[in-house]
């Protein structure tokens, strides 16, 4: 089956080229057509009392997406007038201000202190005001809205809020990531020009896929729409998930082209053939450590996940199928831009290793204690503000709302409106007397004594009363705190607050922005957990299954792990925070992601194993061939997630990023340096727990379609050798002779002179 695929690949590029072009134009049309949602917090899950709580603030009171003003020195008319304008934009629901509970004639100082103390900064030079939106806070028309009262304020106003927020962010992410999407590319761009034997092959790659990443984010489109950090780091990871496909394809088409002089059709279906076991397993590797992220509470990780797992699937696929046509119909151009690659010999490393190996096989066992130890004090954050620069307009009015009113975030109370008045007292008293709670906005702060119900505004009453789809009426009391979201201090006041409010009301909400991130903590927490337990699980049965052992991933997936705790611990050595989706993403994408290294080494193990070398020869063979193809490609996707670590000022997205980059280097020094001896060390354990570990099972279509054993040339150079000759290594295959000594085609194979003569 697959030496048929191969042959038919190969021998019909212009029609494959013909059809990949097609389907770049349904593909582009999707992509454009597909939404992004920047309200990251819209991925909890809805079971969520926080969640549900936003939902009636949404149906109810048009409250889920609000902002906050703050006004300097503005008279009450200026007030008056700046409302107006407001409310008459598409897309506000309400501005609720002073003016909205007092006539603009009434001097400021005889105002009731009840309202004073809402409205107005302690030296009352500032005022405040709220906008309610018709739409949710990531709509477009509360982001155009957001937009249209920023041209209408003056320098003397500041607007604030999670909807403010969401803004602020796409223009960032608009801004930046053609950016550094540009710059991943040229990046990996130069690392393939220097790495690669053509100024040419480069390019080819990277437009092969170019058009893998196209179909990917095209394809976005059934999702309807897609978070704006899957977006951002979509076509990196991609880029630098799927490279190694295309590195491990090539280097196994220039062994082949050595074999297969003038055939280069021949050459490539048998590069197709070669490496498609090692590419299936390693690509279902990585599909599966993303798909890990499904499995989230935190719906963000099934955003990432089925995109990331989508793009992978289209990356093999485009590298099996488009990449050959490319290299076929270009490969003329592609010979006579030959250059030599800078890329050292990895034959004195191969060497140490398999020397050394029992030592190094220790050290990489004891690497662990040490490296679980350091990386468990990993600093993590969960406030969103964090996330993004603190120069943005949002974030810098945020810090004024902090500084004029004393107030970080905004919680809301859903209550049962139908509550005694004595009952609902004693509530907001007991509220008001938490720590950190600044005021406390409810219809009974306004009927006081002070202010007698009659002259309560009917527009008050809409803000603060509403009807539940079952018709009970529902009140709804804002909270502010001093406290910023995702503290200690913050999440001690929202565990007292609940407790409050459930005494009186058991059916109550507690919600707010304060309340989802804590609710972010609590869920990311038990995801980290469930995800590295699944991804583990899912690819350690995978490579079971591929390579019919089961001592294989152990030794595999250990080396990742390994490499995945001395990544996080280097972060605490820094002292560096990362987001709180960053330990789950780095610990099922470098898992899925470079355990290909690892396959890759196993499996050209297994085949130098298979044609009857021992242990140690096999190794040095599988290890110098399998290490240039291992470093080439660490090094690309350090390239291109390296360049957005660099440019990018979404917190977020630059985290992951520096994260995956350094992942990605140190996943390829424990995979040569630590996986490498330990497979030699256990191969005799190996042999007895894997299923025809040293036979050979692949076998080759021939130009004629006939089907020979994959050593069959080998045999024939054998029989039709004298009895003095020793066959040689070629070391353009990745081999090389048991002294360590190259050997090139031209070469003529080695007199037997001697017992004494060294053989392979």
């Given at each position: ?17 013909i ?14 057509c597909?939404?992004?949602n920047y ?10 009392e ?10 109810a009171?048009?409250?889920a ?13 200026d ?63 509360t ?11 003056n ?95 090539m ?30 397993g ?55 831009t030959?250059?030599?690659?800078i ?19 220790i ?33 810098s009015?945020?810090s ?41 906005l409810?219809?009974s ?25 079952d ?15 995702a ?8 565990d ?28 990311t ?6 995800t ?5 699980a899912?690819?350690f ?13 152990v ?10 705790l ?7 050595i820094l ?6 989706i ?12 470079t ?6 080494l196993?499996?050209?193990f ?34 291109a ?34 996986v ?66 190259p050997?090139h085609?031209s ?5 037997k ?8």
């Open positions: 089956m697959v030496y048929k695929m191969s042959k038919w690949i190969s021998y019909h590029p212009k029609t494959i080229i059809v990949c072009l097609a389907l770049l134009v349904p593909a582009i049309i999707g992509y454009i597909t939404g992004i309200d990251i917090l819209s991925y909890l899950p809805k079971d969520l926080s969640v549900q709580g936003e939902e009636l603030l949404d149906t009171f048009n409250n997406s609000s902002s906050f003003i703050v006004v300097n020195n503005a008279s009450q008319k007030l008056e007038k700046m409302k107006n304008k407001i409310e008459k934009i598409d897309g506000v629901y309400s501005v609720t201000c002073i003016n909205t509970l007092a006539d603009p004639s009434i001097p400021t100082e005889i105002l009731p202190d009840v309202l004073t103390d809402i409205f107005y900064s302690e030296d009352k030079e500032s005022s405040l005001m709220m906008v309610q939106y018709t739409n949710s806070g990531s709509s477009e028309e982001m155009n809205a957001i937009k249209t009262i920023r041209s209408v304020m320098k003397q106003c500041f607007l604030s809020g999670v909807s403010a927020i969401g803004v602020d962010t796409k223009d960032l992410v608009d801004k930046e990531a053609p950016v550094y999407i540009a710059v991943a590319i040229a990046l990996a761009l130069v690392v393939l020009i220097f790495t690669m034997n053509s100024f040419i092959l480069p390019f080819v790659l990277l437009t092969a896929l170019g058009v893998a990443v196209i179909y990917n984010m095209g394809t976005n489109i059934i999702f309807g729409q897609i978070s704006y950090i899957t977006q951002a780091i979509a076509a990196i990871l991609q880029l630098g998930v799927t490279m190694d496909y295309s590195v491990f394809l280097d196994r088409y220039e062994e082949e082209c050595k074999k297969h002089p003038g055939d280069n059709k021949l050459a490539m279906s048998f590069a197709i053939e070669s490496t498609f076991t090692s590419l299936a390693s690509s279902l590797t990585t599909v599966f450590g993303f798909l890990a992220l499904c499995f989230m509470q935190f719906t963000l990780g099934l955003d990432i996940g089925l995109v990331m797992a989508k793009g992978v699937l289209f990356g093999v696929v485009t590298v099996v199928t488009f990449l050959p046509a490319l290299i076929l119909m270009l490969d003329k151009a592609i010979k006579k030959h250059k030599k690659s890329i050292p010999p990895f034959q004195g490393i191969s060497n140490f290793t398999v020397k050394h190996r029992k030592v190094l096989a050290i990489f066992l004891i690497l662990f204690i040490p490296a679980y130890l350091v990386q468990s004090n990993l600093n993590v954050y969960y406030n969103m503000d964090k996330a993004l620069p603190q120069d943005l307009d949002s974030i009015s945020l004024v709302l902090k500084e004029r009113f004393n107030m970080a975030t905004t919680h809301f109370i859903i209550c049962d409106a139908n509550m005694s008045s004595s009952a609902m007292t004693q509530m907001t008293n007991e509220v008001e007397e938490v720590d950190g709670v600044v005021k406390v409810s219809l702060s306004f009927i006081g004594p002070s202010i007698p119900l009659s002259i309560l505004p009917d527009e008050v009453k809409d803000i603060c009363v509403a009807k539940k789809d018709g009970k009426e529902i009140q709804l009391i804002m909270i502010n705190s001093e406290y910023s979201g503290t200690d201090e913050e999440n001690a006041q929202i007292t607050l609940y407790k409050i409010v459930k005494k009186y009301d058991k059916d109550a909400y507690l919600t707010g922005e304060g309340v989802l991130e804590k609710d972010l903590i609590d869920v927490n038990r995801d980290f957990i469930v590295n337990i699944i991804s583990i899912a690819i049965i995978l490579i079971m299954i591929c390579l019919k052992s089961f001592s294989l991933p030794i595999l997936v250990m080396g990742i792990e390994l490499a995945i001395l990544n996080k611990a280097i972060s605490v002292g560096a925070e990362v987001p709180f960053g330990p789950t993403v780095i610990g099922c994408v470098q898992l899925g992601a355990v290909d290294y690892a396959i890759l196993a499996t050209r297994k085949e130098e194993l298979s044609n009857g070398q021992n242990k140690e020869d096999a190794m040095r063979v599988a290890a110098n061939s399998a290490s240039r193809s291992i470093f080439q490609s660490a090094v690309v996707f350090f390239a997630t390296f360049g957005v670590y660099l440019l990018c000022n979404i917190s977020i997205v630059k985290s992951i990023c520096g994260m995956l980059a350094r992942g990605s280097i140190i996943s390829a020094i424990v995979i040569i340096v630590f490498t001896p330990t497979l030699v060390c256990c191969e005799s354990f190996i042999n007895k727990t894997s299923i025809k570990w040293r036979e050979p099972t692949l076998k080759r279509a021939t130009a004629n379609g006939a089907e020979e054993p994959q050593d069959e040339k080998t045999e024939k150079a054998k029989e039709q050798a004298p009895d003095d000759f020793v066959p040689q290594l070629s070391i353009k295959d990745g081999t090389m002779d048991k002294d360590g000594n050997y085609p070469t003529p194979p080695m007199k002179h001697d017992d004494k003569e060294k053989r392979i």
